[in-house]
Structures are given as structure tokens and as C-alpha cells.
T-cell receptor, first 112, second 114 residues
């Protein structure tokens, strides 16, 4: 089955700096890669996703990149703000009604 | 739509007691997932259903855990008997048909077994 590795487990950045979180996956059949943000005591919520036919996607300060050959995908947050502080999870799955397999999460702290 | 609804939000129970967690998926979604979240193990898939049918329960840790989905709008996760190591946040999520569809999470149930 799918296995998703996520690094780093914790990340501290100064406000205004960029943050990068990286994930690798094992199943070459996976073609959907969402990123979820989970604030303390709340549910995970989708912030951006990318599909296997796309190499990069951007939404304001957030961007994701995908390298299917290397089975890597990354989340980039620019101009970080204190409200970006949360735990971020990457996930992967193949097409169809299969479950998302999550990475272990990255706790991002943005220091004002 | 109110989103995925879970109940209760918090549950404190004594070891050995039966615990039932409930989930109402988003109307029209045909896939439902139960995840368990702990600091040590992150988000683990316990079981998932497609069209009310259990597809994969290999993530259910022990026979003490069982899940049902009697209809498209309701699912339960039961632990009997409960143990302190079952303490975690349990999330239910649902998604629609097709591969590139977002999974929506409920608010979760924080279970504490003492």
C-alpha cells in the first residue's frame, strides 16, 4: 500500500520568511496530492491540492510542486504570517474512492 | 450543507466501557473514512466505506473495534471494551465520487479512557 513520508516534523520561521515542507510517496499509482492545515483543536482542512497531470499550482502565498518521476511533492508558503502557524499534512491517493494516506505532519511556527 | 457531523465532541469513559462514536457524512458523498489521530502515530486510517459497504478494515487495531454504516447518512465506530490506549481524537471524513475529490473532515471526537 501507499506510504507517505513528510519532513520536517517541526519548522520555525520568522514572519515574512518562506516555509517549505516536503513529502515523498511510494505508490506510483497515486495521482492526487492534497495538503491539509490543522489548527490546534480543530479539524484538518484542505488548503491546496495538485493532480498528477500538473507540475505546479499556486494560490496566493501557497504553492505546491509535484515531481512524479521522483515521487516528491512539496508545499511552499511565502511571506509567512503568524496565522500560518499550524500542523500541515500532506496526503496521497490514487483515483477512485480510495482513502487518503497522510504524512505524519509538520508543525509550523511563525515567529513574529 | 452543515458538513460532516460527528458526535459526541468529547467522551470520557472508564476502562472496560463500551464507546460509540457517530458520524453523519455530507449528503451525496459516497465514501466515508474513519481516522484516528495521536501524537505518536499521526492520522491513521481505521476503516473506510464506499456506498455503505466496508472496503478495507485492515487499520482497525483490534477486534475490540467495529464500524457500521447502515445507510448513506450514518456511520458508527464502536469500541468494546475500551482501554486507556484507545485515547485519541477520532475523525470521520467523507468524499464524493471520483479520484480528485477532497475529503471533508468532521470536527472529531476526543476520546479519553481512564
Amino acid at each position: 500500500g501507499e506510504n507517505v513520508e513528510q519532513h520536517p516534523s517541526t519548522l520555525s520561521v520568522q514572519e515574512g520568511d518562506s516555509a517549505v515542507i516536503k513529502c515523498t510517496y511510494s505508490d506510483s499509482a497515486s495521482n492526487y496530492f492534497p495538503w491539509y492545515k490543522q489548527e490546534l483543536g480543530k479539524r484538518p482542512q484542505l488548503i491546496i491540492d495538485i493532480r498528477s497531470n500538473v507540475g505546479e499550482k499556486k494560490d496566493q502565498r501557497i504553492a505546491v510542486t509535484l515531481n512524479k518521476t521522483a515521487k516528491h511533492f512539496s508545499l511552499h508558503i511565502t511571506e509567512t504570517q503568524p496565522e500560518d502557524s499550524a500542523v500541515y499534512f500532506c496526503a496521497a491517493r490514487d483515483s477512485g474512492n480510495t482513502p487518503l494516506v497522510f504524512g505524519k505532519g509538520t508543525r509550523l511556527s511563525v515567529i513574529a | 450543507d452543515a458538513g460532516v457531523i460527528q458526535s459526541p465532541r468529547h467522551e470520557v469513559t472508564e476502562m472496560g466501557q463500551e464507546v460509540t462514536l457517530r458520524c453523519k457524512p455530507i449528503s451525496g458523498h459516497n465514501s466515508l473514512f474513519w481516522y484516528r489521530q495521536t501524537m505518536m502515530r499521526g492520522l491513521e486510517l481505521l476503516i473506510y466505506f464506499n456506498n455503505n459497504v466496508p472496503i478495507d478494515d485492515s487499520g482497525m487495531p483490534e477486534d475490540r473495534f467495529s464500524a457500521k454504516m447502515p445507510n448513506a447518512s450514518f456511520s458508527t465506530l464502536k469500541i468494546q471494551p475500551s482501554e486507556p490506549r484507545d485515547s485519541a481524537v477520532y475523525f470521520c471524513a467523507s468524499s464524493g465520487t471520483g479520484g480528485f475529490t477532497e475529503a471533508f473532515f468532521g470536527q472529531g471526537t476526543r476520546l479519553t479512557v481512564v
